[in-house]
């Protein structure tokens, strides 16, 4: 195995940001540049990176002043699929999966099964300083990593999307203790939510409503888990809720225990789910944003429900949901799309102004 003595990379040196005085945009930079290999420790691999996907967490560092922990210049990127060429000799020439959030394994958390919330994580193009999966290699942990085997015609890069968008839908399942025959609701069908859509379904759920404003997508996921869908363009909360009303009604569906998974992380797609919660539900929030949500809390103690974080996965569950892929049971072509590193700064632009339909992963081209 090819190892560099250096790592090729695009770095986000600035984030945007606005004047305060002026309230001007100032645009935020990514430049292409090198940085060290560092001295590899015991227990620690050098990564090729294959692909890396353009995540709404990234939009999010770049764009919106969402503060990382090691601070600019930095690396990001955190959906990464490679293959090993240097530290530990049982890893090398292994194609792998990174986790997007690595656990300490030794805090209360970790020892408690909550180690997706590790307050000692470290995240790749976060917080393992200025490394990233925009690069052509990263320095991991070992012990975290998921091995790939028997990928058949399946591109490595396009795996690298099983690193967060996939595996965060299992996680966020996993918290809603989602059980086979449960009714599913899941708002927002683009990046994560269409793969919570398809695991939602292949974990045996017995009924999975789409929810989004984009009718092309909603339509394409009749093919890939939900029985129903809802366009709620031009729709408030109340208008979908009296439509699941009437969706309920026809087919005979209960109106309590229904597991809502929101996955857009705006204010109407939270607004909307908090509507639809009723009795005995659950609302798992998997989609982040920054704005605030008026709710009365009471609603919780007259429903006996719940509202409930997700964050992550646990490294733990990354082999099932790779056997979900490789089985076909969740689909992962129709939704990705590979573009030149080189792109970077074009791809962005477009993920932030709106989510595609296929999540763009990155190749390295330096």
């Not at 059980?179 to 919570?196: L, N």
Request: proline share 7%.
């Amino acid at each position: 195995m090819a190892v560099p003595d250096k790592i090729l990379t695009w770095q986000m040196v600035q984030p945007t940001s606005r004047n305060k005085e002026t309230g001007e945009v100032i645009p935020g930079r990514l430049e292409k540049t090198e940085i060290p290999v560092p001295d590899l420790k015991p227990g620690e691999v050098l990564v090729e990176i294959a692909g890396c996907g353009v995540c709404h967490t990234d939009l999010g560092y770049f764009y919106d002043g969402v503060p990382t922990v090691s601070k600019p210049p930095l690396t990001l990127g955190h959906e990464i699929s490679g293959r090993v060429v240097a530290g530990d000799e049982g890893w090398i020439g292994k194609e792998v999966l990174i986790p997007a959030v690595m656990p300490c394994r030794q805090c209360y958390l970790c020892k408690t099964g909550r180690g997706n919330r590790c307050l000692s994580q470290k995240m790749p193009g976060n917080s393992i300083g200025i490394y990233g999966g925009f690069s052509s290699h990263i320095p991991v942990p070992s012990i975290d990593l998921c091995e790939i085997r028997n990928r058949g015609e399946i591109p490595l890069a396009h795996l690298a999307v099983v690193a967060d968008a996939a595996t965060t839908p299992f996680q966020a399942a996993k918290r809603a203790d989602l059980q086979v025959g449960d009714h599913v609701i899941v708002i927002g069908v683009g990046g994560v939510g269409q793969y919570m859509v398809q695991e939602a379904k292949a974990l045996g759920a017995g009924t999975v409503v789409a929810i989004d404003i984009d009718g092309e997508r909603l339509e394409n996921m009749l093919s890939y888990g939900a029985d129903v869908v809802i366009n709620a363009t031009g729709k408030g909360p109340k208008d979908v809720s009296n439509e699941m009303k009437s969706i309920r009604k026809q087919k005979g569906l209960p109106t309590y225990g229904w597991k809502i998974f929101e996955a857009t992380g705006t204010k109407p797609g939270q607004e909307t789910a908090l509507t639809l919660l009723s009795f005995t539900g659950k609302l798992i929030i998997v989609g982040f944003g920054m704005q605030k949500v008026e709710y009365s809390i009471s609603r919780l103690m007259a429903f006996d429900a719940e509202i409930i974080g997700t964050w992550g996965c646990l490294p733990e569950y990354y082999p099932a949901v790779l056997e979900m892929v490789l089985s076909k049971k969740i689909q992962l072509a129709p939704f990705v799309q590979t573009r030149p590193m080189s792109t970077i700064a074009d791809a962005f632009d477009e993920a932030h102004r709106k989510s595609p339909d296929q999540r763009i992963v990155l190749v390295p081209d330096f």
